[in-house]
């Protein structure tokens, strides 16, 4: 005769009566067929808690829509006007940050002349001649001339702009000859930042129903005029939930120059938390 020894296992046993059949069969199949309902059971309820879980962190769930959605949100449709369609401005990697840091400039940095084969304001030459002056990971960069002139203002062809490599200009790639003379700076982590900051309050103009959460510093001064000081030096970003510390964002644009910008396309799972944002002036 078969026999239960364990969850649906069955091995042969000693010869039994009929009567003695009927009753140890119908006792191990009603044993059984408790220990799979008890199993489905518990397995239900571990889904059950996940999928709850999921839908607690979320941010459409703890930050439902808004009833009156931002219509300059649709500016992240825009195309961009870059002079160079290689621009790795214009297509940088968004980066993965905790949003409870700020962040601010570094100094200018201007390592290289573009006498001979272009202006070379890389980072990894950066970080030998000014040790400890560039964080391991910025955030964003910002290329200008010596002058002042923002360096897609230009008109020139960049080979390389974006916070992994640093800034390149080849002097092979422009029409009219030489390039520009230019200087450089990264937004980095509040460790990078000396002087004493004087915050203004928190701004939340946009919310992320759309393409996702634009507070840009153009856009918050023509909504708050008088409020925001002329040249911000820090920025800090903080999602308008507790639950933003367990989820991080990846943020396309984060300096005190430009503003704060999370596209919920480059976000894996769901979409962008919805952000407040200060400005620190010294």
């Known amino acids: 005769m078969l026999r239960s020894t364990g969850l649906c296992r069955w091995v042969w046993r000693r010869w039994y009566k009929r009567a003695e059949v009927q009753t140890a069969a119908s006792s191990a199949w009603s044993s059984c067929g408790l220990r799979r309902k008890l199993s489905i ?38 195309a961009k006007k870059h002079s160079n369609p290689n621009n790795m401005q ?10 409870s840091e700020y962040y601010c400039w570094t100094q200018w940095f201007d390592r290289d002349d573009p006498t001979v084969t272009g202006d070379w304001e890389t980072l990894s030459d950066l970080r ?10 910025p ?8 002058s002042g002139t923002p360096a897609d203002q230009t008109g020139e062809v960049f080979f390389k702009y974006d916070t992994t490599s640093g800034f390149v200009c080849r002097n092979e790639d422009q029409n009219g000859g030489m390039c520009k003379d230019y200087r450089v700076r990264f937004s980095c982590p509040s460790s990078y930042c000396t002087e004493k900051v004087c915050w203004t309050e928190w701004f939340d103009r946009d919310n992320p ?25 820090y920025i800090q970003a903080k999602a308008d939930s507790v639950l933003g510390v367990f989820k991080r964002d990846k943020f396309y644009i984060y300096n005190p120059t430009k503003g704060f910008v999370c596209r919920n396309k480059d976000q894996k799972f769901t979409d962008c938390w919805d952000y407040k944002v200060r400005f620190g002036c010294c």
């Open 139 to 146: 955030v964003d960069l910002e290329a200008t001339t010596l």
């Open 41 to 78: 059971s518990a397995t239900m309820n571990k889904l059950w808690i996940i999928a709850l879980v999921v839908t607690f962190l979320s941010p459409s769930f703890a930050n439902p829509a808004k009833k009156h959605s931002n219509p300059n949100n649709m500016q992240s449709n825009r």
């Open 90 to 99: 214009s297509n940088r990697d968004a980066k993965f940050l905790f949003s």
């Open 209 to 233: 129903s759309g393409t996702g959460d634009w507070e840009l510093l153009s856009d918050l001064r023509r909504e708050n005029p008088g409020q925001i000081c002329e040249t911000p030096q």
């Open 128 to 137: 030998k001649q000014f040790p400890d002056k560039v964080c391991p990971d």
